[in-house]
Protein backbone atom coordinates (compact mmCIF):
# COMPACT_ATOMS: atom_id res chain seq x y z
CA UNK A 1 0.00 0.00 0.00
CA UNK A 2 2.80 2.38 0.81
CA UNK A 3 4.35 1.86 -1.95
CA UNK A 4 1.19 2.19 -4.18
CA UNK A 5 0.42 5.57 -2.24
CA UNK A 6 3.80 7.05 -2.72
CA UNK A 7 3.76 6.42 -6.64
CA UNK A 8 0.25 8.13 -6.93
CA UNK A 9 1.82 10.79 -5.01
CA UNK A 10 4.60 10.89 -7.32
CA UNK A 11 3.01 10.50 -10.56
CA UNK A 12 0.43 13.39 -9.68
CA UNK A 13 3.23 15.73 -8.62
CA UNK A 14 5.35 14.95 -11.78
CA UNK A 15 2.49 15.63 -14.14
CA UNK A 16 1.24 19.03 -12.06
CA UNK A 17 4.75 20.13 -13.15
CA UNK A 18 4.45 19.16 -16.63
CA UNK A 19 5.16 15.58 -17.44
CA UNK A 20 3.04 14.36 -19.98
CA UNK A 21 4.29 10.46 -19.43
CA UNK A 22 5.29 9.26 -16.51
CA UNK A 23 6.70 5.60 -16.59
CA UNK A 24 8.56 3.11 -13.90
CA UNK A 25 11.24 0.63 -15.19
CA UNK A 26 13.02 -1.88 -13.57
CA UNK A 27 16.11 -1.76 -15.35
CA UNK A 28 17.88 -4.46 -13.17
CA UNK A 29 18.37 -6.79 -16.69
CA UNK A 30 21.31 -4.14 -17.37
CA UNK A 31 23.34 -5.43 -14.96
CA UNK A 32 25.45 -2.36 -14.69
CA UNK A 33 27.42 -0.28 -11.74
CA UNK A 34 24.32 2.00 -12.22
CA UNK A 35 21.53 -0.39 -12.42
CA UNK A 36 22.99 -2.46 -9.01
CA UNK A 37 22.74 0.42 -7.30
CA UNK A 38 19.46 2.20 -8.71
CA UNK A 39 17.54 -0.81 -10.19
CA UNK A 40 14.17 1.58 -11.15
CA UNK A 41 14.23 4.40 -13.85
CA UNK A 42 11.17 6.63 -13.46
CA UNK A 43 10.86 7.41 -17.05
CA UNK A 44 9.61 11.29 -17.96
CA UNK A 45 8.60 12.39 -21.94
CA UNK A 46 7.03 15.87 -21.93
CA UNK A 47 5.16 16.56 -25.36
CA UNK A 48 6.41 19.36 -27.52
CA UNK A 49 4.02 21.62 -28.49
CA UNK A 50 2.15 20.97 -32.21
CA UNK A 51 3.47 25.07 -33.31
CA UNK A 52 7.28 23.79 -32.26
CA UNK A 53 6.75 20.77 -35.32
CA UNK A 54 5.35 22.99 -37.97
CA UNK A 55 8.77 24.73 -37.27
CA UNK A 56 11.21 21.23 -38.03
CA UNK A 57 12.19 22.30 -41.86
CA UNK A 58 15.42 21.26 -42.72
CA UNK A 59 16.77 24.87 -43.61
CA UNK A 60 15.93 26.16 -40.34
CA UNK A 61 17.64 23.97 -38.09
CA UNK A 62 18.30 27.06 -35.48
CA UNK A 63 14.13 26.88 -35.34
CA UNK A 64 14.38 23.00 -34.88
CA UNK A 65 17.16 23.34 -32.16
CA UNK A 66 15.54 26.27 -30.15
CA UNK A 67 12.61 24.14 -29.73
CA UNK A 68 14.30 21.00 -28.81
CA UNK A 69 16.12 23.09 -26.06
CA UNK A 70 12.75 25.07 -25.03
CA UNK A 71 11.53 22.59 -23.04
CA UNK A 72 14.65 22.00 -20.43
CA UNK A 73 13.38 24.83 -18.01
CA UNK A 74 10.92 22.75 -17.82
CA UNK A 75 12.40 19.39 -17.61
CA UNK A 76 14.93 20.22 -15.11
CA UNK A 77 11.91 21.27 -12.86
CA UNK A 78 10.31 18.03 -12.98
CA UNK A 79 13.70 16.21 -12.25
CA UNK A 80 14.00 18.56 -9.06
CA UNK A 81 10.43 17.79 -8.36
CA UNK A 82 11.31 13.95 -8.36
CA UNK A 83 14.63 13.83 -6.79
CA UNK A 84 13.30 16.53 -4.11
CA UNK A 85 10.80 13.88 -3.43
CA UNK A 86 12.63 11.08 -3.24
CA UNK A 87 15.38 12.86 -0.79
CA UNK A 88 12.49 13.31 1.22
CA UNK A 89 11.57 9.68 1.52
CA UNK A 90 14.87 8.57 1.88
CA UNK A 91 15.42 7.33 -1.45
CA UNK A 92 18.92 7.29 -3.32
CA UNK A 93 19.05 8.94 -6.52
CA UNK A 94 20.49 9.70 -10.15
CA UNK A 95 19.15 11.96 -12.26
CA UNK A 96 20.52 11.33 -15.94
CA UNK A 97 20.90 14.52 -17.68
CA UNK A 98 18.60 15.59 -20.92
CA UNK A 99 20.26 15.18 -24.31
CA UNK A 100 20.35 18.72 -25.31
CA UNK A 101 22.20 20.71 -24.89
CA UNK A 102 25.09 18.55 -23.84
CA UNK A 103 27.97 20.55 -22.19
CA UNK A 104 30.72 18.85 -21.71
CA UNK A 105 32.11 15.35 -21.84
CA UNK A 106 31.15 14.49 -18.37
CA UNK A 107 27.54 14.81 -19.27
CA UNK A 108 28.52 12.73 -22.40
CA UNK A 109 29.90 9.66 -20.93
CA UNK A 110 26.99 9.85 -18.85
CA UNK A 111 24.27 10.08 -21.76
CA UNK A 112 26.69 7.70 -23.81
CA UNK A 113 26.43 4.64 -20.14
CA UNK A 114 22.77 5.17 -19.77
CA UNK A 115 19.86 5.59 -22.59
CA UNK A 116 16.26 7.46 -22.03
CA UNK A 117 14.81 5.74 -24.60
CA UNK A 118 15.87 2.16 -22.96
CA UNK A 119 14.05 3.45 -19.86
CA UNK A 120 10.91 4.37 -21.46
CA UNK A 121 10.77 0.80 -23.05
CA UNK A 122 11.35 -1.16 -20.11
CA UNK A 123 8.36 1.65 -18.52
CA UNK A 124 6.30 0.06 -21.26
CA UNK A 125 5.96 4.09 -22.49
CA UNK A 126 6.65 3.05 -26.17
CA UNK A 127 8.23 1.24 -28.54
CA UNK A 128 11.60 2.43 -30.50
CA UNK A 129 10.75 3.44 -34.16
CA UNK A 130 12.49 2.67 -37.71
CA UNK A 131 14.00 6.48 -36.90
CA UNK A 132 15.55 5.08 -33.70
CA UNK A 133 13.26 7.38 -31.59
CA UNK A 134 10.85 6.60 -28.97
CA UNK A 135 7.67 5.84 -30.51
CA UNK A 136 4.75 6.72 -28.03
CA UNK A 137 1.26 5.65 -28.60
CA UNK A 138 -0.09 9.02 -27.29
CA UNK A 139 1.94 11.15 -28.27
CA UNK A 140 4.08 9.39 -31.03
CA UNK A 141 7.87 10.75 -31.50
CA UNK A 142 6.91 13.89 -30.08
CA UNK A 143 8.02 13.81 -26.52
CA UNK A 144 11.40 15.08 -24.61
CA UNK A 145 12.90 12.41 -22.40
CA UNK A 146 15.10 12.55 -19.31
CA UNK A 147 15.26 9.72 -16.30
CA UNK A 148 15.97 9.89 -12.69
CA UNK A 149 17.35 6.20 -11.50
CA UNK A 150 16.36 5.55 -8.08
CA UNK A 151 16.80 2.42 -5.51
CA UNK A 152 13.06 3.32 -4.06
CA UNK A 153 10.20 0.61 -4.28
CA UNK A 154 7.99 1.52 -7.03
CA UNK A 155 5.57 -0.94 -9.02
CA UNK A 156 7.12 -1.24 -12.69
CA UNK A 157 5.75 -1.19 -16.21
CA UNK A 158 5.13 -3.98 -18.61
CA UNK A 159 8.26 -3.56 -20.65
CA UNK A 160 8.07 -3.18 -24.49
CA UNK A 161 10.41 -5.09 -26.46
CA UNK A 162 9.24 -5.53 -29.75
CA UNK A 163 8.36 -2.48 -32.88
CA UNK A 164 5.19 -1.35 -33.23
CA UNK A 165 5.87 0.30 -36.34
CA UNK A 166 4.45 -2.78 -39.03
CA UNK A 167 4.56 -1.77 -42.58
CA UNK A 168 5.14 2.32 -41.79
CA UNK A 169 7.98 3.99 -43.88
CA UNK A 170 7.18 7.37 -42.86
CA UNK A 171 10.39 8.29 -41.49
CA UNK A 172 12.46 6.08 -43.89
CA UNK A 173 10.80 7.79 -46.99
CA UNK A 174 11.09 10.99 -44.98
CA UNK A 175 15.28 11.18 -44.01
CA UNK A 176 16.83 13.30 -47.01
CA UNK A 177 20.48 11.69 -46.20
CA UNK A 178 19.51 8.26 -45.87
CA UNK A 179 20.49 7.86 -42.37
CA UNK A 180 17.52 5.79 -41.82
CA UNK A 181 17.38 1.78 -42.89
CA UNK A 182 13.93 0.76 -42.83
CA UNK A 183 14.48 -1.80 -39.93
CA UNK A 184 11.99 -3.34 -37.31
CA UNK A 185 13.57 -2.95 -33.30
CA UNK A 186 13.32 -5.36 -31.03
CA UNK A 187 15.03 -5.36 -27.66
CA UNK A 188 18.94 -5.91 -27.88
CA UNK A 189 19.29 -4.56 -31.77
CA UNK A 190 22.42 -2.83 -32.51
CA UNK A 191 21.27 0.98 -33.26
CA UNK A 192 23.29 0.62 -36.12
CA UNK A 193 21.03 -1.59 -37.64
CA UNK A 194 18.02 0.77 -37.33
CA UNK A 195 19.97 4.03 -38.64
CA UNK A 196 23.55 5.70 -39.26
CA UNK A 197 24.08 7.80 -35.85
CA UNK A 198 27.36 9.45 -37.33
CA UNK A 199 25.08 10.83 -40.28
CA UNK A 200 22.78 12.35 -38.74
CA UNK A 201 24.33 14.08 -35.97
CA UNK A 202 26.93 15.20 -38.54
CA UNK A 203 23.77 17.12 -40.32
CA UNK A 204 23.02 18.65 -37.12
CA UNK A 205 26.70 19.57 -36.56
CA UNK A 206 26.64 21.75 -39.65
CA UNK A 207 24.41 24.13 -38.48
CA UNK A 208 24.56 24.13 -34.58
CA UNK A 209 27.81 23.28 -32.45
CA UNK A 210 27.13 21.35 -29.74
CA UNK A 211 28.52 18.99 -28.22
CA UNK A 212 27.52 15.40 -29.12
CA UNK A 213 24.19 14.33 -30.86
CA UNK A 214 21.29 14.39 -31.52
CA UNK A 215 18.79 15.22 -34.56
CA UNK A 216 19.36 16.93 -37.16
CA UNK A 217 17.01 17.89 -39.05
CA UNK A 218 13.99 16.52 -37.42
CA UNK A 219 11.59 15.02 -40.64
CA UNK A 220 11.78 11.83 -39.24
CA UNK A 221 10.03 12.99 -36.53
CA UNK A 222 7.98 15.46 -38.44
CA UNK A 223 6.91 12.46 -41.04
CA UNK A 224 5.84 10.16 -37.88
CA UNK A 225 1.97 10.06 -37.42
CA UNK A 226 1.44 7.55 -33.85
CA UNK A 227 0.48 9.87 -31.74
CA UNK A 228 -3.08 11.30 -31.03
CA UNK A 229 -2.90 14.61 -32.70
CA UNK A 230 -1.60 12.81 -36.08
CA UNK A 231 -3.25 10.11 -36.63
CA UNK A 232 -4.52 9.84 -39.84
S1 LIG B 1 16.86 13.82 -37.98
FE1 LIG B 1 16.94 14.06 -40.25
S2 LIG B 1 18.92 13.13 -40.79
FE2 LIG B 1 18.48 12.41 -38.73
S3 LIG B 1 17.44 10.43 -39.08
FE3 LIG B 1 15.83 12.04 -38.88
S4 LIG B 1 15.37 12.61 -41.00
FE4 LIG B 1 17.35 11.55 -41.02
S1 LIG C 1 7.23 6.97 -39.19
FE1 LIG C 1 6.36 4.92 -39.20
S2 LIG C 1 8.17 3.56 -39.30
FE2 LIG C 1 8.90 5.59 -38.65
S3 LIG C 1 8.87 5.52 -36.42
FE3 LIG C 1 6.90 6.37 -37.05
S4 LIG C 1 5.53 4.57 -37.13
FE4 LIG C 1 7.64 3.80 -37.14
Same mark, same amino acid.
Not at 27 to 39: A, E, G, V
Not at 79 to 86: A, F, V
Not at 126 to 153: A, D, M, Q, R, Y
Not at 218 to 232: T, V
Given at each position: ?6 ? *? ?36 ? /? ?5 ? /???? *? ?44 ? @??? *? ?9 ? @? ?84 ? *? ?5 ? /? ?14 ? @? ?6
Amino acid at each position: MKIINQQ *KILTNALKTKGASLVGYADISILNTYLSDKYPTAISLC /VKYDDSF /VDLW *KLKNEENYHDSLTKLNPTMNEIIDTCTDQLKQWGYGYKAIPIAIPI @KNE *KQLNEINCFSH @KFAATRAGLGWIGKSSLLITPEFGPKVKLCTVLTNGKFETGNPVETSKCNSCNLCFKACPFNAIKSHDWHIGIERDKLFDAHICNN *KRLNAIH /VIGRKSACGNCIQACL @KGSHWKK
